[in-house]
């Protein structure tokens, strides 16, 4: 289908994958004419990724997807079940549970690693657009439920321009459920080569910065920069908060060595006030990437999260409304002035760097 706006033409195709694992996979691709982006509605509407300019934004998995969610066994024993379809760019986390896989003191699974929403189906799949703007929206709706236990429900609305490669993600959590309950909601954008490599770094505009472990800790110096692939590299994984501007959003940005090529997270701190960096500069053929993760808490276990008072409760019919966006960049100008943005929330401010993970934020 093409969109004719008056900013440009906008064309959008929708197809299956046909055998193997990824047998069924629905993807819808659009492209806005400086981007095109590839969406997953049989994987929760995650971005697979994006290509700007001949630069691909996402990373070589070794899970080597997209993986269709039947065949990703999440609720696994071990809990970690959710890796054998991690391939994404943009994977949400949640909606129940978004950290560490939980077991009772039995040793049975409560929580999986990272929740159900990444391997639900969309449901009522549709596309809005505006001829005068040049905007589109592509829409589709998840459904995490269990009888007497939950219903969570996930609007989410991936909006593009005609002519920019900006993606915004507008996503609305509802309980439907006619009593309170709580959710938790983290973002894993996940970025490999070219734009991650030996001398790429992050910017960001760091109020207060902890590494998870101990391991992490005794890197903390540099958590922001990244080397060459490393095999038999251990992750590092470093929380942090970040500073906001006056209308509540920040910026975070992985840029390449050579600094022509970015990709920027702009997001709502209100909802997701955590920011979470997860180095993994493993061999290419182990998954050489990093993570960069708005989230509305750490990912630890939930039971921990739910101590710290790191959830959010939603009375019966109330939502909770999540705002972020890709900004993937090919040129060095516009690079420099993200760059710049980022230096001028930054000003002013007095990092509180921990030398140690710091207790109440790690498990």
Not at 52 to 77: A, I, K, L, N, Y
Not at 183 to 197: D, E, R, S
């Amino acid at each position: 289908m093409t969109v004719n706006t008056r900013q440009g033409d906008i064309v959008t195709r929708l197809g299956r994958f046909v055998g193997g694992r990824s047998d069924g996979v629905e993807i819808v691709e659009i492209d806005t004419g400086a981007a095109i982006v590839r969406v997953l509605p049989s994987r929760g509407m995650g971005i697979w990724e994006i290509e700007v300019g001949g630069t691909r934004f996402g990373w070589r998995s070794p899970v080597e997807g997209p993986v269709h969610p039947q065949h990703v066994p999440v609720f696994d024993p071990s809990g970690l079940g959710w890796l054998e379809g991690f391939d994404e760019l943009v994977a949400r986390c949640g909606l129940e549970s978004n950290g560490a896989p939980q077991h009772d003191d039995a040793g049975h699974l409560v929580y999986p690693l990272h929740g159900r929403i990444a391997n639900l189906p969309a449901d009522s799949l549709s596309i809005e657009f505006d001829e005068a703007s040049g905007r589109l929206d592509l829409i589709g709706e998840m459904l995490e439920s269990r009888l007497f236990f939950k219903r969570f429900r996930l609007r989410s609305r991936i909006r593009m321009h005609a002519g920019s490669t900006r993606v915004d993600l507008l996503d609305d959590v509802t309980n439907e459920l006619d009593k309170a309950a709580t959710a938790q909601m983290l973002y894993h954008i996940n970025v490999g080569p070219p734009v991650l490599g030996e001398g790429a770094t992050l910017d960001a505009p760091t109020v207060e910065l902890a590494g998870k472990d101990d391991l992490s800790a005794g890197e903390i110096d540099q958590w922001n920069q990244f080397g060459p692939p490393t095999a038999g590299y251990g992750e590092r994984v470093y929380f942090s908060q970040l500073q906001a501007d006056d209308n509540g959003h920040t910026t975070a940005m992985l840029c390449s060595a050579d600094r022509d090529k970015a990709l920027a997270v702009d997001f709502a701190t209100k909802t997701l006030p955590y920011f979470v960096t997860w180095k993994n500069t493993a061999s290419e053929n182990d998954g050489y990437v990093t993570g960069l993760e708005p989230a509305t808490n750490l990912p630890n276990t939930r039971e921990f999260e739910t101590g710290q008072g790191r959830v959010v409760t939603l009375e019966p019919g109330e939502c909770v409304s999540f705002r972020l966006a890709l900004i993937p960049m090919t040129d060095a100008a516009k690079i420099e002035k993200v760059s710049d943005a980022i230096e001028r929330l930054r000003e002013g401010v007095d990092t509180t760097v921990h030398r140690e993970p710091k207790p109440g934020w790690s498990a």
